[in-house]
Structures are given as structure tokens and as C-alpha cells.
């Protein structure tokens, strides 16, 4: 039997593996589930009276789960700590990044406002579109790095703020 | 099959769209080329193509709107044909008439047609002498006051006042009645002033909840040109559409009969030949109004062809090689219902923000009347270069009902891990009471989808089941993760070489 615990948002999962006929039996605290792999990622899962038909990939310490309808990005917590992930992510609301790389188009905020969560505070563009970057919480805007025009990556933070 | 219409079609664009234009160049025997930027080395457009010639940086404007590149790589491959898809240069006049004086034949309308066309006051001014219903309102812009409360009153309010140089809603200004109508107009002025340096504002009717309605149709060198009945694309973010459908729940035989002869009347009066699509503003009293006519295939029209029976991207180089419209296209009827779902590099949980990213697992839908227009494979990378558009997922079902529960189905079935997509929020508008009594209208996802739930709580622990049983199965996931973990063929393939002209 292998034991497991996922890391997805702010919540953790226990979980543990056995082998059931061709495919798995996953028990998560009262629940069991069995998962047949059929091919190339792809699963059913007995769910009720129906099968879901599920999509699992893990790619860069990234487990990615398509369950039909919803999408999932989960991770291991033995893995989160290097990958820089998950547990962190509540911790770093005092910066803001862009989601990926373009160019500044428009900054709708000025150092010393006062702004409330998802108030957008710059807008970058990329893919032809302008993205809205919003505030991830309430704060006040300590610092702006970037001014219209100007490249950004994903790496360097674009405002940081002042949580109260 | 007989002779062949060209010699050789270059496919002047990237993605779904080039996959498509191929696939309809190689249903008429025709060989292809592609033409590719440095970022799209490993892209599925150029793996399905006779040939392919590399044309430049990843920057559009170096490479896929680079027209003197494109005609030299049309050149040097010995083509005697262009299709140039959708979006980059599609809609560009220096297009087609580049083509000209290289002797090789644009699969468009005609330079003249696309400029009238493009110049939005030109065309309404041609269309208002044709007899084609246009949104009430102003021709031009005045100083005076006493025009625009005239304009007004003649429109019937509410209506609306624009910036002509707007965009983006900015100067844009609703008016309910006459007494606000002064206020309004300053304040428009100044915002478009602020936004735009330019405080040229002009009047018209707004229409509250339209539908956009638009029309299919195809003009041949000979005179003839029929309509292939209407797309709703009525459900939009962004100001875009995301899901299409035809037949449009709002129209009757009668209403449809009309609108198609003047979608056919739009065509002839701007001289248009090939296939075109004339949009139109349908409001709740039944009345519409011409929008613009659109001088290129679109997204959406797989939607006519499923309902239809008719290749579109076939017909078009048919038309292009001077061919009549053949009998087939005389006696079209619409037989069932389609649905086309946009599949955007996209995430529909977080305001439809792009999302970049590599494609670690991709497996397409299948079954009876579903059909995949994609432009990605598993291993690739979508990058921040072009459109986020990355497939359509297309149902075609004998009624609505089963159309929508095709399409539901289809999403669910669609796998593409690694980037974000709308899945999960196109199941969900398909499936809204008002999208199912066929209530749809243009602000349809502000008014019905902006409330929705977003949690995932209740699939945590499902997910963790599968996340648990990838982890205990003895693959080669390596834990590094390197690219090998993702089923791409182009680590079995290797460098792609065959046909190719790469550098010359």
C-alpha cells in the first residue's frame, strides 16, 4: 500500500493506493474509490450509478487532473516545497505578478492607494488581448515597479502592497 | 478526379484555420504549403502540409503579416494559389493585390470589395442606397446640439452616443430620454477627448439585447451569389464570441427568407465575390440591422457546413478558380442543428485571463456528428505569440436538445492538460435554463454567468483518487518531469525534415 498527500489551494489530502484488479483502489479518509487506467492517462472511475471518464498527467511536479467538467493542478506536499508551490502561495499576496509575459499597457493605480481585492491594478497585454492584473487582497499600494510600455516576465514582482 | 483546379495552394496562416484550408486543398487533390515563424517550428499546421517554408520571427508582423515573405515563399514552392484564413492579413487589400502582380490567385474577394467593405462610414453609405436596414442614427458627426436631439427623435430613444474614433466603450454614452441628452453628449465628448484626442462624437439607436445574427454567403465570378442561411453568435466574452449555433432559435421562415436576400443583396452591391459573411443586429421586435460584412471564411463556419452538407473552404477555391456555383449550392436546405464551442487558451474560472503553457495531455472527443477543428498536439507549446484560439469542437444533432447534450458530452470527453480553457464554463452556460429555452443575446454571459459558483471543493478528493492512482502506476513519469513525460510525437518523430524548404 502507498500513502500519499496532496496539496491542492489551501487544503491537504491523505490518500492510500492498493492494487485492485487492473486497476487502483485510492481510500481517502470513509471513501473509496476504484480507478481503472485505460490508456495513456486516461481513467474510469466508478462514480454513483455513472463512470467518469478522467485525464491524469503529472508533468514537472504538477499533477493535472481533468475530471470532465472540472480541472485540477494538484501537489504532492513531499514535492511542494521545492517546486515553490501551494502551501506558499497565501504568503505572497503582498506581490503582485503578472500571469505571464507582455507588455505594461495601462497602470490604473498610483503608490499610496488605497485598493480593494481584485481591484485591477495593471493591465498587461499578451495573445493580442489586455489582461487585467487585479489586487489578491486589500491593501495599500507600497510600490510599483513597471510604467507603461515596459516588458515584464513572470518572474519579478509588478506592485507590492501593504497588507493591513 | 479531373484536372486539377491549382497546382499548389499556400496556406498563408497558422494554427486551426491553416489545418482546415488544408484539409480542404487535399479533398480537391491539391498539394500544400505552410508557411511557419520561428515559433511554430514544431506546429501542427506545418506537419500536415506538403511543404513548408520557414518566414520569420515569432513577431506577427515579421512573419505572418510579412506579405512580401509570403509571396516569395509562394514563389520559390511553385504555388499558383493563396488562402489566407482568418485574422493576419485575411482582410488586408495589399494582400490580394500583391497576389496579382505575382500571377498567383488570391482565394478571397477582390481587393475593391474588401476596401469598401473595411471602411465602415463608405460601406454604410453603399448599403443605405441598396435598401439594406441600418441602425437608425446620425450619417455624420455635428457641433450643433439641435442635430443630435434630432437624430434622437427620429431614431426613437433609447439611444446611444459613440465615439468615432472609439473603441473599448470609452465616449460611449446611453440615453433614455431627451431631458439627458445635453449632459450626455458633453460627457461623451470629454471622455472621448481624454481617451482618444478626438472629441468627435455621433449618434445612433440602442438596441437593448440584440442578437447577433449573421449570414453565410458565396459569390461566384459569374454573377451568381446565394446565402447558406444564418450563424447566432450571440454568446460572447470580451466582445467575442465563444459558442455558436444555427439555426438561431429567434428566427422564422419568413424573418430568415428576408434577412438571407438582403445578406445577398449586402454582397452584390459591394461587387463581392468567394465567401463572405454579412453580420446583422437582430432586437426583440424582430427587427435587424446590417452590421458589416465581414470579407473572409470565419471561425464559425463549420457550423454551416455540418448543417448545410457544404465544404466551405472547397467551395471557395472552386469560386477562386473561376468555376460557377454549382447546383448542389441552388437547392440548400438546413437539416438539424450545430453547436460550435471556441476551445481558447483561456481560463474560464478567472475572468477568461490567457494561459500559456506546455499541452501535457490532449485526447479529442469522439462519436457520431462530433467533429475537432484543431491547430495542437500533445508536447506543444502554447506561447503568448498569436490568438489563444486552439481548437473548435463542433456537434451536429438532428434537434437542439440533442445537440446541446452532444456538446456537453464532447467537453466532458475533450482532455487538455498543462493550459487553462473555458470547458468547464461552456458546459455550464450550454446547460443554463435560458440557454436551453434559447433566450440568447449579446450580454447573455454578463446577466446569467457572472454569479456563478467557481468552487471545485467537492472534486478535490476525486481528483486526489486520480492524482494517486498516476502515482502509484510504474510509468515513466520521472519525477524531474522533463518534457519526455508528455506523449509528444515529436520526441519519436525527430527534427522534421521531409519536403521541407527551410532557409531558402
Known amino acids: 500500500m502507498n500513502k500519499y498527500q496532496f496539496i491542492c489551494g489551501s487544503g491537504k489530502l491523505d490518500t492510500s493506493v492498493e492494487k485492485s484488479g487492473q486497476g487502483w483502489r485510492v481510500t481517502i479518509g470513509e471513501s473509496v474509490y476504484e480507478i481503472d487506467p485505460i490508456h495513456n492517462g486516461l481513467f474510469a472511475i466508478a462514480n454513483g450509478e455513472r463512470r467518469l471518464f478522467a485525464a491524469g498527467v503529472k508533468h514537472k511536479g504538477i499533477y493535472y487532473i481533468d475530471l470532465g467538467r472540472v480541472q485540477l493542478e494538484l501537489t504532492e506536499a513531499s514535492d511542494a516545497a521545492s517546486i515553490g508551490v501551494a502551501d506558499e502561495q497565501h504568503k505572497v499576496k503582498d506581490k503582485v505578478f503578472a500571469p505571464m509575459p507582455g507588455r505594461v499597457v495601462k497602470v490604473l493605480v498610483s503608490v499610496c492607494d488605497e485598493v480593494k481585492e481584485r481591484q485591477q491594478l495593471i493591465i498587461v497585454e499578451a495573445m493580442k488581448m489586455e489582461n487585467p492584473v487585479s489586487a489578491p487582497a486589500a491593501g495599500k499600494v507600497k510600490a510599483i515597479h513597471f510604467a507603461q510600455g515596459d516588458q515584464v516576465d513572470t518572474e519579478s514582482p509588478l506592485v507590492e502592497l501593504e497588507l493591513p | 478526379m479531373a484536372s486539377q483546379l491549382f497546382k499548389k495552394i499556400l496556406v498563408a496562416n497558422r494554427s486551426e484555420i491553416a489545418v482546415r484550408v488544408m484539409r480542404g486543398c487535399k479533398a480537391l487533390g491539391i498539394p500544400t504549403v505552410a508557411v511557419y515563424s520561428e515559433a511554430d517550428a514544431h506546429s501542427k499546421h506545418r506537419m500536415i502540409a506538403d511543404q513548408s517554408v520557414l518566414i520569420g520571427p515569432p513577431s506577427p508582423r515579421e512573419s505572418y503579416l510579412n506579405i512580401e515573405r509570403i509571396i516569395s515563399a509562394a514563389r520559390e514552392t511553385g504555388c499558383d494559389a493563396l488562402h489566407p484564413g482568418y485574422g493576419f492579413l485575411a482582410e488586408n487589400p495589399l494582400l490580394p493585390k500583391a497576389c496579382k502582380e505575382a500571377g498567383i490567385v488570391f482565394i478571397g474577394p477582390g481587393a475593391d470589395a474588401m476596401r469598401l467593405l473595411g471602411?465602415?462610414?463608405?460601406?454604410?453609405?453603399?448599403?443605405?442606397d441598396a435598401g439594406v436596414?441600418?441602425?437608425?442614427?446620425?450619417?455624420?458627426?455635428?457641433?450643433?446640439?439641435?442635430?443630435?436631439?434630432?437624430?434622437?427623435?427620429?431614431?426613437?430613444?433609447?439611444?446611444?452616443i459613440k465615439a468615432a474614433a472609439g473603441g473599448g466603450g470609452k465616449g460611449m454614452r446611453i440615453v433614455r430620454e431627451e431631458s439627458q441628452l445635453a449632459d450626455a453628449l458633453a460627457a461623451a465628448r470629454r471622455e472621448a477627448m481624454n481617451a482618444f484626442g478626438d472629441d468627435t462624437v455621433y449618434l445612433e439607436k440602442y438596441l437593448s439585447d440584440p442578437r447577433h445574427i449573421e449570414f453565410q454567403v458565396l459569390a461566384d465570378h459569374h454573377g451568381h451569389c446565394v446565402h447558406l442561411f444564418e450563424r447566432e453568435c450571440s454568446i460572447q466574452r470580451r466582445h467575442q464570441t465563444i459558442i455558436e449555433e444555427t439555426p438561431s432559435t429567434a428566427l422564422t421562415d419568413e424573418l430568415r427568407a428576408r434577412m438571407g436576400a438582403d445578406?445577398?443583396?449586402?454582397?452584390?452591391?459591394?461587387?463581392?465575390t468567394n465567401a463572405g459573411t454579412v453580420e446583422f443586429l437582430l432586437d426583440k421586435s424582430g427587427k435587424y440591422y446590417f452590421l458589416e460584412m465581414n470579407t473572409?471564411?470565419?471561425?464559425?463556419?463549420?457550423?454551416?457546413?455540418?448543417?448545410?452538407?457544404?465544404?466551405?473552404?472547397?467551395?471557395?477555391?472552386?469560386?477562386?478558380?473561376?468555376l460557377p456555383l454549382g447546383d448542389h449550392l441552388k437547392k440548400l436546405s438546413q437539416r438539424g442543428h450545430a453547436i460550435e464551442c471556441r476551445i481558447y487558451a483561456e481560463d474560464g474560472e478567472n475572468n477568461f485571463m490567457?494561459?500559456?503553457?506546455?499541452?501535457?495531455?490532449?485526447?479529442e472527443p469522439e462519436g457520431p456528428g462530433i467533429r475537432v477543428d484543431s491547430g495542437i498536439m500533445a508536447g506543444m507549446d502554447i506561447g503568448i505569440h498569436y490568438d489563444p484560439i486552439m481548437a473548435k469542437l463542433i456537434v451536429h444533432a438532428p434537434d437542439r436538445s440533442t445537440a446541446i447534450a452532444k456538446m456537453t458530452d464532447a467537453l466532458e470527453q475533450y482532455k487538455i492538460l498543462g493550459v487553462k480553457t473555458s470547458r468547464r464554463f461552456m458546459i455550464e452556460v450550454l446547460n443554463h435554463p435560458e440557454f436551453v429555452a434559447g433566450r440568447t443575446y449579446t450580454s447573455f454571459i454578463d446577466d446569467h454567468m457572472s454569479a456563478r459558483a467557481t468552487g471545485s471543493d467537492g472534486h478535490v478528493a476525486l481528483a486526489a483518487a486520480v492524482a494517486s492512482a498516476v502515482a502509484a502506476a510504474p510509468v515513466k513519469v520521472s519525477s524531474g518531469g522533463s518534457r519526455k513525460s508528455s506523449v509528444s510525437p515529436w520526441e519519436s518523430v525527430g527534427a522534421w525534415q521531409i519536403g521541407d524548404t527551410i532557409g531558402e
Request: charged share 20%.
Open chain 2, 119 to 128: 471602411n465602415k462610414v463608405e460601406s454604410r453609405v453603399k448599403m443605405a
Open chain 2, 133 to 160: 436596414p441600418l441602425i437608425p442614427g446620425m450619417k455624420g458627426s455635428s457641433a450643433d446640439i439641435a442635430q443630435f436631439e434630432k437624430a434622437a427623435e427620429s431614431a426613437g430613444y433609447p439611444v446611444i
Open chain 2, 354 to 363: 490567457p494561459s500559456i503553457g506546455t499541452i501535457v495531455h490532449y485526447s
Open chain 2, 296 to 322: 473572409r471564411i470565419q471561425v464559425e463556419h463549420p457550423i454551416t457546413e455540418m448543417v448545410v452538407g457544404v465544404d466551405l473552404v472547397v467551395e471557395q477555391i472552386k469560386v477562386a478558380a473561376g
Open chain 2, 263 to 272: 445578406a445577398v443583396r449586402v454582397a452584390q452591391a459591394a461587387g463581392y
